[in-house]
């Protein structure tokens, strides 16, 4: 399963998103193998690779239970796009500038905002039972399916918070950690458990 989170510098949103996607992931699936085959990324439009997380998103990151330690910016490419199974935005903006680079990839790219509203939405009876390397790219599928039912707008854009005070960090933080709740409830379910059969009496 590879999952890629985008922002404009990668050093506020995106590497919030990632490692809350990280952390969420390992408490989760435990000790499944099921967390080995994860990988989650996140990159910049117009990021410098090699910096480090903004302070003040750091702090919040580690608030809500993430780690930034050894987090670098990357920029992002058309590779990092065309590779990943599930890519969620900060904004609409990013959105299209990921669909610049793979414009086939419409069907798995979302603002992660929208994402969050369609999950709501969506049909994803049985998507739990989805092998965990198929599951990202059918959730995508099934997200999709559900875009008619909802009208885009601001809404799914959560903001920059990049030169603003530590609470303003803190307010785009959660609502990322808020974000990623139902996708996280859906992508990492082991499927071990649910198949595991009951003791006999």
């Known amino acids: 399963m590879r999952l890629l989170f985008v922002c404009t510098g990668n050093i506020c949103r995106s590497p919030v998103a990632e490692r809350l996607t990280l952390a969420q992931a390992s408490r989760a699936l435990g000790d499944s193998p099921e967390l080995e085959r994860i990988e989650v990324r996140s990159a910049g439009v117009q990021a410098t690779p090699g910096s480090r997380?903004?302070?003040?998103?750091?702090?919040?990151?580690?608030?809500?239970?993430?780690?930034?330690?050894?987090f670098r910016a990357r920029r992002l490419t058309a590779e990092l796009a065309a590779s990943a199974d599930l890519v969620l935005t900060m904004t609409r903006g990013h959105r299209e500038a990921v669909l610049g680079l793979n414009p086939r990839g419409l069907r798995r790219t979302f603002t992660l905002a929208e994402a969050a509203d369609l999950a709501g939405l969506a049909?994803?009876?049985?998507?739990?039972?989805t092998p965990v390397d198929e599951r990202a790219r059918e959730l995508g599928r099934r997200l999709d399916a559900a875009r008619a039912r909802r009208q885009a707008g601001p809404a799914d854009d959560i903001a920059d918070p990049m030169g603003q005070r530590a609470a303003v960090h803190a307010d785009v933080a959660a609502r990322i950690d808020r974000a990623l709740r139902p996708l996280a409830a859906v992508l990492f379910t082991s499927v071990?458990?649910?198949?595991a059969a009951p003791v006999p009496a």
């Open 53 to 70: 997380i903004e302070p003040h998103s750091s702090r919040a990151l580690h608030t809500l239970g993430g780690d930034a330690a050894e």
């Open 123 to 129: 049909d994803l009876s049985g998507l739990g039972l």
């Open 192 to 195: 071990r458990s649910r198949l």
